[in-house]
């Protein structure tokens, strides 16, 4: 299918653009060389950028990405939701693969350019969003490993439905392979860390179940991520998530969930959660959810995880849809913006 064929004369209905399906025409490029520095952006047809087979990027996975979105507020004005905390997280992703950073200001202006470029596709307010996905990623050609003197920044957009209201999912607990480990590159949001949890989601899949939820590497006892989310357990009268580790992405959605639940008053602890743990909660009737958060995903109810011979499941799923309800608010607009997260474009 050739990239117009992608994006159709007339855009579906909100609704119907799900994530990632429809690619927008067009992508913003700023090409680093290592004598010069970055050179000045570009607005490109996506389907002229290249990618040489004998790239660093392509051979040995040096590509680091981030994924944030643009909103439509109710007067029609276009903002940006928590990018400058998206530019950190690329610097941080980028360092750990030995990639050029791009300073902020400049990745903040080729992010408002590819809103620019496409703000016609931004769905309209409380309906959808922009996604923008900025990766940086090795040009040079040779089939050597080593540190490329020259690299790119790229960033491609997608409009996608909102996911105020995400359909539950149903994970099972991988007890034998693992996403990431102490030392490696955990806390990156690498092309490698994705690679590396296909097998484990094709193995959940294969059981029935909607994707993968990873554990510790050493033990295989405790939650770490699910597929592409961090982690909340929700008890009667607390919420827990996973603390973050070397293996853990520090999740920007999962930050403005724990900030959400600050301002709420609501106990939160981070703290080690054993599967064993889950179990026990249960059986005396103090689980009541479990859930998920991302940027992609926003916050999705978790119906079931199971693991070998057992299972625990949402009874409740309360806390979820009024977080889920809240994050919608903060990203759309309607809520007043108290922690500075909205930068309009």
Known sequence: MSPAERWPAHLPEPEALSFGRYLAPFVVVAE???QQGWLPLEVLPRHAVRLDIASGGLQYGLSVFEGLK?????AAGLHLFRPDAHCQRLAHSARQLHLPVMPDELLMSMMRRAVDVHRDHVPPYRRGALYLRPTLYALEEGLGLKASARHALCIVATPCSATSVAPARRLWAERELIRAAPGGLGTAKTAANYAASMLGAQRARARGYDDALWLDAAEHRYLAEAGTMNLFI????????PPLDACILAGITR????????DRGVPV???????DDLLHWQSRGELLECFGTGTAAGVAPIAEIGWDAACVRSID???STQLARQLADDQDGVADDLHGWRIAV
């Open 255 to 262: 930050d403005s969930v724990l900030r959400r639940l600050a």
């Open 32 to 34: 680093h060389d290592a």
């Open 234 to 241: 929700v008890l009667r009268d607390r919420v827990l998530t």
């Open 317 to 319: 799923t309360q806390r």
């Open 70 to 74: 643009a909103y439509r507020d109710a």
């Open 269 to 275: 602890e981070q703290r080690p959660i054993a599967l």
